[in-house]
């Protein structure tokens, strides 16, 4: 199995989740849940990429 992908949505902890991540040959994509506008444009890219999702 290749490497999972994970999408963590919210919080402030991004650089420590890639740590963890990258320990167990996962990889993180980190948004901190502000859109600014544009939420299904801005989501639906990401969520696309990812095998778990974690708000």
């Not at 167990?24 to 696309?48: A, E, L, M, P, W």
């Amino acid at each position: 199995m290749g490497m999972s992908t994970i999408l963590v949505l919210g919080g402030s902890n991004g650089r420590t989740l890639e740590k963890l991540a990258k320990k167990r040959d996962c990889q993180v994509i980190f948004h901190d849940g502000k859109n600014h506008g544009g939420v299904k444009k801005t989501f639906r890219s990401v969520i696309k990429k990812c095998d778990v999702i974690v708000i």
